[in-house]
């Protein structure tokens, strides 16, 4: 059917205004822009990275112990959260070879510890993509107040290296965002000289060797905070089996180490069943223990799935970092300031261990540690729920933070207690979370008001008074 010509130019009118319609809506649509350099932790701005979500992790890593030289190559899928132009990774001092976004050359460029990347095309919204990262360097570790004024993070050992990176190491090694709250899975290959073994989270999928190298395949299958990475590389004597309870354990330890102080595997399965019981199913494929000989690392370290010990410590330190398992590792911290989280529970976890084993009640416990500092020591001023960078791993974070956890139990009482454990590690199981939420969770379990106890021992700078007894 033909159109007169009335129609045909109102036709014409109708496909011009259209067309500038559609030219205003594409004018108005937000341009893509680069993610932001960090995703706002005060202890820590330039950790983590805006417009993305991290999805997971397929690290590459080959380690020279002649020279320190580590090669790597590392490919994070990840999902934008905005038009994004541009978008940063955390990588301290390693030299990039090359970047790949999805397959294609991509430009980068360093602004101090951050990768700045250039992608060829806008990553949309939503959008799913892989970018790869070729790099190399000799590892440089960290040092400082932070941890106990202890180096940390890429460790330089008699036969290879010992990797502990909390709280902000993991970027040291391979480029990631670098924050807890940036939680992904991980595929960690490890290559090394024939003769030693490389020892990472998760599960051993694969292992082999070839022209004088071996290599070792781990596989991470659950969120994990990237500073509870690792690529141990040493020469370890390794038993695995399973605990009492069912579950897979492997332990690495260094055989040039005294034997004999303490049965790492034993008191690793345990109380890896232990706390099963007590706060909730394990969060983990398998259960562990890294036992290296590094004396310059005054610390041990929660490694997601296998605790790292920079030797062979006792029996309440192998508790502490099991516990942290739970809290810590699965239910890790939102932002640094609530890192009682992690180190009040996994303290107040040597106390029940006490009172599980028959040796003093978590009540004896509290009020022995208590009594022991002084109202007018330097321990009661810092502010538990806020206790700044440099001494986030004070003395009053551990300790006051276990002390305000028995003051809770003492004032909602066992029942109640004891259904809060595994409540709130079942809640945020895999997550983040911070301190108003489990003041929240308490306040619902237990049916009470609870601000004040909180308050009184979390941000007071006095010694608070001790609970009724």
Aim: hydrophobic share 40%; aromatic share 12%.
């Amino acid at each position: 059917m033909a159109l007169s010509r009335s129609a045909r130019r109102s036709s014409r009118w109708l496909a011009l205004a259209t067309a500038v319609a559609s030219a205003a809506t594409i004018a108005a649509a937000p341009a893509a822009t680069p993610g932001a350099p960090g995703i706002g932790d005060p202890y820590f701005p330039g950790l983590g990275n805006g417009g993305y979500r991290p999805l997971h992790y397929d690290l590459g890593v080959s380690y020279h112990p002649d020279s320190g030289r580590l090669d790597g190559r590392a490919t994070l899928t990840a999902r934008a959260t905005q038009d994004l132009s541009a978008f940063d990774l955390d990588l301290q001092k390693l030299t990039v070879d090359r970047v790949l976004v999805d397959g294609h050359r991509a430009g980068f460029s360093r602004a101090g510890d951050e990768l700045v990347i250039r992608p060829g095309r806008t990553l949309a919204r939503g959008q799913r993509f892989a970018v790869t990262v070729v790099y190399h360097g000799v590892p440089q570790p960290l040092s400082g107040p932070i941890v106990f004024g202890s180096k940390y993070g890429w460790m330089k050992t008699k036969d290879g290296v010992f990797v502990a990176c909390e709280p902000n190491a993991a970027s040291t090694w391979f480029p990631s965002s670098d924050h807890p709250d940036e939680k992904a899975t991980y595929d960690i290959r490890i290559d090394a000289p024939k003769g030693l073994t490389g020892v990472s989270n998760g599960r051993l999928v694969g292992t082999g060797e070839h022209g004088g190298r071996a290599w070792f395949h781990w596989r991470e299958s659950r969120p994990m905070a990237p500073y509870l990475a690792t690529a141990t590389i040493g020469k370890f004597d390794v038993r695995t089996g399973t605990t009492p309870g069912g579950t897979p354990i492997y332990v690495a330890t260094d055989p040039t180490l005294p034997a004999g102080k303490v049965d790492v595997y034993g008191v690793t399965a345990a109380a890896t069943d232990y706390w099963s019981k007590v706060f909730g199913p394990y969060p983990f494929e398998e259960t562990g223990a890294i036992v290296d000989d590094m004396p310059q690392a005054g610390f041990s370290l929660e490694v997601q799935s296998k605790p790292a010990y920079s030797a062979v410590r006792n029996e309440t330190t192998i508790v502490h970092e099991l516990a942290h398992q739970w809290f810590g590792d699965s239910v890790s911290v939102r932002q640094w300031k609530d890192i009682w989280l992690n180190e009040g529970f996994a303290t107040y976890a040597q106390w029940l261990w006490a009172e599980h084993k028959g040796t003093a009640t978590a009540h004896d416990s509290f009020r022995k540690a208590y009594q022991g500092i002084p109202a007018d020591d330097p321990f009661w001023k810092i502010k538990v729920s806020d206790p700044q960078r440099d001494t986030m791993f004070a003395g009053a974070v551990y300790e006051r933070g276990a002390m305000t956890l028995q003051a809770l139990r003492e004032r909602i009482g066992d029942k109640a207690f004891f259904k809060l454990l595994p409540t709130w590690t079942a809640q945020h199981r895999y997550g983040n979370a911070d301190t108003a939420d489990f003041i929240r969770l308490a306040e619902k379990v237990s049916g009470r008001r609870l601000g004040d106890l909180f308050h009184t021992w979390l941000d007071t700078r006095t010694r608070p008074a001790l609970p009724g007894k």
